[in-house]
């Protein structure tokens, strides 16, 4: 069954989305984006609404190196973050209180978090008996410091919505639409200004 607050994001993101056509990711703003550089982020193990086996693994670890890859970010290991986790006995993909989102952005010495929770995600067959990956989203940026959102993104994809376009088409594999997603989140936070940190050396 779903808890409080998953259930108010299902019902937020029902009302915002009525008539938004697929103009996405959509995002919300509570608060503004921290107006410095960010430099060590931590992607926590997502909550999983959906009855795919293992969604949460597969889509938080794709997230983490695809936010890995596009910028200089000093990312969390999935190491640090667990044990963390083991420590405050703690399940991943477990919803969490406030309090505990700023002890675990605390002891990894986070910058931001990025929770999210799988609201919807399965294989369906496509044309020719290919498979036709969907996925809901609704991810968190939150705030180091004390836990709080600052951001939500709700995304909803299918693999056949890319046919045809861009450079490439149809996507047949859950972990090529997780990537794609990703690709498309990262891109509107560097759009909508969220600064990266140097932390590489420059010539």
């Not at 399940?91 to 010495?109: F, M, V």
């Not at 056949?160 to 997780?178: A, N, R, V």
């Not at 997603?181 to 010539?203: D, F, H, T, W």
Request: glycine letters at 8%; hydrophobic letters at 40%.
């Amino acid at each position: 069954m779903f808890s409080t607050p998953r259930w108010f994001s299902i019902l937020f993101w029902t009302v915002f989305c009525a008539g938004c056509g697929t103009a996405l990711p959509l995002h919300h703003e509570i608060t503004a984006l921290p107006s410095g550089p960010i430099c060590r982020v931590a992607v926590l193990p997502f909550l999983n609404d959906s009855d795919y086996p293992l969604g949460d693994a597969v889509v938080s670890k794709v997230f983490a190196a695809q936010f890995q890859q596009s910028g200089d970010y000093m990312m969390v290991q999935d190491g640090d973050t667990l044990k963390v986790y083991q420590q405050l006995r703690l399940l991943p993909g477990a919803e969490l209180s406030l309090e505990q989102y700023q002890i675990i952005a605390d002891r990894i010495n986070a910058q931001l978090l990025i929770t999210g929770i799988i609201m919807e995600m399965r294989e369906d067959r496509g044309e020719h008996n290919t498979v036709n990956p969907m996925l809901v989203l609704d991810i968190q940026l939150r705030d180091g410091r004390n836990g709080e959102t600052l951001w939500t993104i709700f995304h909803r994809r299918q693999g056949t919505d890319y046919k045809k376009t861009m450079h490439f088409g149809t996507i047949h594999t859950m972990t090529g639409l997780s990537r794609q997603m990703a690709v498309e989140i990262i891109n509107l936070l560097y759009e909508k200004g969220l600064i990266q940190c140097n932390v590489l050396p420059r010539s």
